[in-house]
């Protein structure tokens, strides 16, 4: 369900204004308005903070983060923290800023410089290995070079798939040099070829200007390099990697040390300079007079009184909160916050697939959180693989805590897999017909019918289609419950003449294959002649084209049983592919591979199919959307708002 919310107005003294953000910052309960465009100028004549302040803190914090990402990472001292923390809570916005500028004064230059360099000699290290590379394709002519003065060599690196380009560069070579060159290549590894070129130093800068026009990668060793044997070349880049690595080495040192001093202040200086910066950047939204100080937004009516009392106790009757009386065209632009119980807030990660539900429609997540998984478990169907898919979705969550996402997707798999045990249970099915095969279960025989999925086709696409009817119905009910709501005369005619036509269709149908008698013919055709003025009313004339895409979506619920019964003949096919090999552990690797692959497919397929059930077929039929977030002012502020 979606909080019932509040349209408030926050007035005081305009010297309290920084006080009074700090508290509603740390309250994290508004949805901010922008009180200029809110308030008539008649009523109160307002004008816009401006805070010059806004980009220099913003401006420090990214210095402060820069120093950050320079130093290596420490254990937090959380005692440490809590008294700077305490120290900091004292000072006014400007003194934290003032005492960030010192920290960035003393670190900064050193820290970039100290980063500078390291990046500098990580450069060289990595250039000298790439040397010590090329040494190693060219060693083999060593004999050759004493022999080669006045002549260059040059490495080309290529991959293997353009090895074209060699013949096109020979060629140029040959006219280049009148025909006084070597060439050679060599693999060094599987996707490069290195081409090795012997050629006139007088012919130097035409062949690198040719080489620079095709684009290849050059390599050319240093001077100092050139005219010395290879073991006095690789004895030279060994000496320059030591050094580098040594001066590298020191340089983390000072970099530790830097950090054991300084890590716990400058981790919460970064936490509340971007407190500050936040704050500033929502004075933009507020409005101030010669005395006095206006913030309005909205509100969650179930934690008014509380930000309210928070407010009195810190500044008593000078600073108060006024409640305001909405119009309906104000209403009409309240954020939406979700307020659901914590077996429904997983699915509200689906919903950030489409826009958010408009304030006043009825919240679709309880729908897709009791829907969702029964689809799903019909889809599935298999205690096997409900347990496994149990304990990769527990797994995910274990290891995975920080990304929310992901959690979220693991809380839905982990209500996910009750239905599929349940199903797969009355399926009689355990890693497909295995468990049948060694008698350990058996389908369960329910109204005359055993719901074998490979033998009760007919029974699950019959069933497959009723659960389409009634979520369908759903949907219309509760499409007709927001027009209603919305005051939307046309919508709730189309709505309900829908739900009739349906109902008189399928009553057609009932009686043509002698499930209902045929009296039920008059009261079916009055249900008719009834929804289809009230159809052409709510739709006109495409109203009655949407009848037939109501059926089809209806029928499109038969997915339910043929993506079931893929999973099924999959969970089959392993089994007996498994037995089939006269080799035991064989046959148990196969088995557990395609019984593997079933599981992902499992986890995937149904899960897309039985969101589209929702967002296409379902939800089609009421809901609107174009909502506006719940957005409070705050640092983590959606954590403050729990269902009640």
């Given at each position: 369900m979606l909080l019932k919310m509040k349209r408030v107005q926050v007035i005081g003294p305009k010297k309290e204004l920084n006080r009074v953000v700090d508290l509603l910052y740390n309250e994290g309960s508004v949805h901010l308005e922008n009180v200029v465009e809110s308030v008539s100028p008649d009523e109160i004549p307002l004008t816009r903070v401006k805070l010059e302040k806004a980009g220099e803190t913003a401006d420090i914090l990214g210095k402060i983060n820069g120093i950050f990402s320079t130093l290596p990472r420490v254990n937090d001292d959380l005692a440490l923290q809590g008294k700077i923390r305490e120290s900091l809570h004292q000072k006014s916005h400007d003194q934290i800023i003032e005492r960030a500028k010192e920290v960035i004064k003393e670190l900064e230059s050193t820290t970039r410089d100290l980063a500078s360099r390291k990046s500098e000699l990580t450069l060289t290290v990595t250039t000298l290995n790439r040397y010590a590379n090329v040494l190693n394709i060219i060693q083999p002519v060593e004999r050759e070079l004493p022999m080669l003065e006045g002549f260059e060599v040059t490495i080309l690196l290529i991959q293997k798939d353009y090895r074209e380009v060699l013949d096109i560069i020979k060629k140029e070579l040959?006219?280049?040099?009148?025909?006084?060159?070597?060439?050679?290549?060599?693999?060094?590894?599987?996707?490069?070829?290195?081409?090795?070129?012997?050629?006139?130093?007088?012919?130097?800068?035409?062949?690198?200007?040719?080489?620079?026009?095709?684009?290849?990668?050059e390599v050319r060793l240093p001077r100092e390099y050139m005219g010395r044997p290879f073991y006095e070349m690789f004895a030279m880049i060994e000496e320059s990697k030591i050094k580098a690595q040594e001066?590298?080495?020191?340089?983390?040192?000072?970099?530790?040390?830097?950090?054991?001093?300084?890590y716990q202040e400058l981790f919460v200086l970064r936490d509340f300079l971007e407190n500050i910066n936040d704050e500033l950047i929502a004075f933009s939204s507020f409005g101030i007079s010669e005395y006095t100080f206006v913030i309005m937004g909205w509100i969650p009516q179930k934690v008014l009184k509380h930000t309210r009392n928070a407010v009195k106790t810190e500044f008593g009757d000078r600073v108060v909160i006024n409640e305001m009386k909405a119009t309906w065209m104000e209403m009409e632009k309240a954020p939406t916050c979700y307020n659901n119980p914590r077996w429904v807030k997983p699915f509200e990660f689906i919903m950030q697939l489409i826009s958010p539900p408009h304030y006043r429609e009825i919240d679709p997540c309880p729908v897709l959180a009791i829907f969702f998984p029964f689809f799903f478990g019909i889809m599935v169907g298999d205690i096997g693989y409900g347990l496994v898919i149990l304990a990769i979705a527990l797994l995910i969550k274990y290891r995975m805590k920080a990304m929310a996402w992901a959690c979220s997707m693991a809380d839905i798999l982990i209500?996910?897999?009750?239905?599929?045990?349940?199903?797969?249970?009355?399926f009689g099915e355990f890693f497909g017909d295995f468990g049948e095969t060694m008698?350990?279960?058996?389908?369960?025989?329910?109204?005359?019918?055993?719901?074998?999925?490979?033998?009760?086709?007919?029974?699950?696409?019959?069933?497959?289609?009723?659960?389409?009817?009634?979520?369908?119905?759903?949907?219309?009910?509760?499409?007709?419950?927001?027009?209603?709501?919305?005051?939307?005369?046309?919508?709730?005619?189309e709505k309900t003449g829908m739900l009739l036509m349906l109902i008189g269709l399928i009553t057609l149908i009932l009686m043509l294959v002698q499930v209902v008698p045929p009296e039920a013919i008059y009261p079916t055709v009055i249900l008719i002649i009834i929804a289809l003025p009230l159809i052409l009313y709510g739709a006109g004339v495409f109203g009655t084209i949407e009848i037939m895409s109501t059926v089809g979506n209806i029928l499109s619920y038969?997915?339910?049983?043929?993506?079931?019964?893929?999973?099924?003949?999959?969970?089959?096919?392993?089994?007996?592919?498994?037995?089939?090999?006269?080799?035991?552990?064989?046959?148990?690797?196969?088995?557990?591979?395609?019984?593997?692959?079933?599981?992902?497919?499992?986890?995937?397929?149904?899960?897309?199919?039985?969101?589209?059930?929702?967002?296409v077929e379902c939800f089609s039929k009421f809901y609107g959307g174009g909502g506006k977030e719940y957005r409070p002012f705050g640092k983590a502020a959606e954590e403050k708002i729990t269902p009640a």
């Amino acid at each position: 369900m979606l909080l019932k919310m509040k349209r408030v107005q926050v007035i005081g003294p305009k010297k309290e204004l920084n006080r009074v953000v700090d508290l509603l910052y740390n309250e994290g309960s508004v949805h901010l308005e922008n009180v200029v465009e809110s308030v008539s100028p008649d009523e109160i004549p307002l004008t816009r903070v401006k805070l010059e302040k806004a980009g220099e803190t913003a401006d420090i914090l990214g210095k402060i983060n820069g120093i950050f990402s320079t130093l290596p990472r420490v254990n937090d001292d959380l005692a440490l923290q809590g008294k700077i923390r305490e120290s900091l809570h004292q000072k006014s916005h400007d003194q934290i800023i003032e005492r960030a500028k010192e920290v960035i004064k003393e670190l900064e230059s050193t820290t970039r410089d100290l980063a500078s360099r390291k990046s500098e000699l990580t450069l060289t290290v990595t250039t000298l290995n790439r040397y010590a590379n090329v040494l190693n394709i060219i060693q083999p002519v060593e004999r050759e070079l004493p022999m080669l003065e006045g002549f260059e060599v040059t490495i080309l690196l290529i991959q293997k798939d353009y090895r074209e380009v060699l013949d096109i560069i020979k060629k140029e070579l040959e006219t280049i040099t009148n025909n006084q060159f070597e060439m050679t290549s060599t693999t060094v590894d599987a996707d490069t070829l290195a081409a090795i070129m012997v050629f006139n130093k007088k012919y130097s800068e035409q062949i690198h200007g040719f080489i620079y026009s095709v684009n290849v990668n050059e390599v050319r060793l240093p001077r100092e390099y050139m005219g010395r044997p290879f073991y006095e070349m690789f004895a030279m880049i060994e000496e320059s990697k030591i050094k580098a690595q040594e001066e590298i080495k020191q340089i983390e040192e000072r970099l530790s040390k830097l950090s054991e001093t300084w890590y716990q202040e400058l981790f919460v200086l970064r936490d509340f300079l971007e407190n500050i910066n936040d704050e500033l950047i929502a004075f933009s939204s507020f409005g101030i007079s010669e005395y006095t100080f206006v913030i309005m937004g909205w509100i969650p009516q179930k934690v008014l009184k509380h930000t309210r009392n928070a407010v009195k106790t810190e500044f008593g009757d000078r600073v108060v909160i006024n409640e305001m009386k909405a119009t309906w065209m104000e209403m009409e632009k309240a954020p939406t916050c979700y307020n659901n119980p914590r077996w429904v807030k997983p699915f509200e990660f689906i919903m950030q697939l489409i826009s958010p539900p408009h304030y006043r429609e009825i919240d679709p997540c309880p729908v897709l959180a009791i829907f969702f998984p029964f689809f799903f478990g019909i889809m599935v169907g298999d205690i096997g693989y409900g347990l496994v898919i149990l304990a990769i979705a527990l797994l995910i969550k274990y290891r995975m805590k920080a990304m929310a996402w992901a959690c979220s997707m693991a809380d839905i798999l982990i209500i996910s897999s009750i239905p599929t045990i349940i199903f797969g249970f009355i399926f009689g099915e355990f890693f497909g017909d295995f468990g049948e095969t060694m008698g350990w279960l058996h389908p369960l025989t329910l109204f005359g019918i055993t719901w074998s999925r490979i033998d009760a086709m007919i029974p699950m696409l019959v069933f497959a289609i009723a659960i389409g009817v009634v979520h369908i119905f759903l949907g219309l009910i509760m499409g007709i419950a927001n027009a209603y709501t919305l005051k939307s005369k046309k919508h709730l005619s189309e709505k309900t003449g829908m739900l009739l036509m349906l109902i008189g269709l399928i009553t057609l149908i009932l009686m043509l294959v002698q499930v209902v008698p045929p009296e039920a013919i008059y009261p079916t055709v009055i249900l008719i002649i009834i929804a289809l003025p009230l159809i052409l009313y709510g739709a006109g004339v495409f109203g009655t084209i949407e009848i037939m895409s109501t059926v089809g979506n209806i029928l499109s619920y038969a997915r339910l049983m043929a993506i079931g019964m893929a999973s099924v003949i999959l969970a089959m096919v392993a089994n007996r592919l498994g037995g089939a090999f006269s080799i035991v552990i064989i046959g148990i690797i196969v088995a557990i591979l395609l019984h593997a692959l079933n599981i992902v497919l499992a986890m995937f397929s149904p899960s897309i199919h039985s969101v589209r059930l929702h967002l296409v077929e379902c939800f089609s039929k009421f809901y609107g959307g174009g909502g506006k977030e719940y957005r409070p002012f705050g640092k983590a502020a959606e954590e403050k708002i729990t269902p009640a």
